[in-house]
Nanobody, 116 residues
Framework: QVQLVESGGGSAQPGGSLRLSCRASGNIAGGNIMAWYRQAPGKQRELVAAKSNDGLTNHAPSVRGRFAISRDNARNTVYLQMNDLKPEDTATYYC??????????WGQGTQVTVSS
């Protein structure tokens, strides 16, 4: 069993910053990818950023240069530092853990709202 719990969502003004955290608990495989997805009302869920346990990183073009994903492997925690927030970043953000041999797991989501 694996559980993911997100925190750090909230409201920000355009140009502001937020930092999301997601801690995984349970039987975590050494080789895995942790990622952040987001979904806005009426739109499909999309990948924001992903990072493997051994350091490979990918950011979606829409957030590249503004957001940064990082990991603390010892704590099984992934972070998303969000800078220069824009209204189009408004969405529910979900943490994801993918393990080749053990499947996918999802957090409950945390709301991010960017408005004036």
């Amino acid at each position: 069993q694996v559980q993911l719990v997100e925190s750090g969502g909230g409201s920000a003004q355009p140009g502001g910053s937020l930092r999301l955290s997601c801690r995984a608990s349970g039987n975590i495989a050494g080789g895995n990818i942790m990622a952040w997805y987001r979904q806005a009302p009426g739109k499909q869920r999309e990948l924001v950023a992903a990072k493997s346990n051994d350091g490979l990183t990918n950011h979606a073009p829409s957030v590249r240069g503004r957001f940064a994903i990082s990991r603390d492997n010892a704590r099984n925690t992934v972070y998303l530092q969000m800078n220069d927030l824009k209204p189009e970043d408004t969405a529910t953000y979900y943490c994801n853990l993918n393990q080749v041999s053990r499947g996918d797991f999802w957090g409950q989501g945390t709301q991010v709202t960017v408005s004036s």
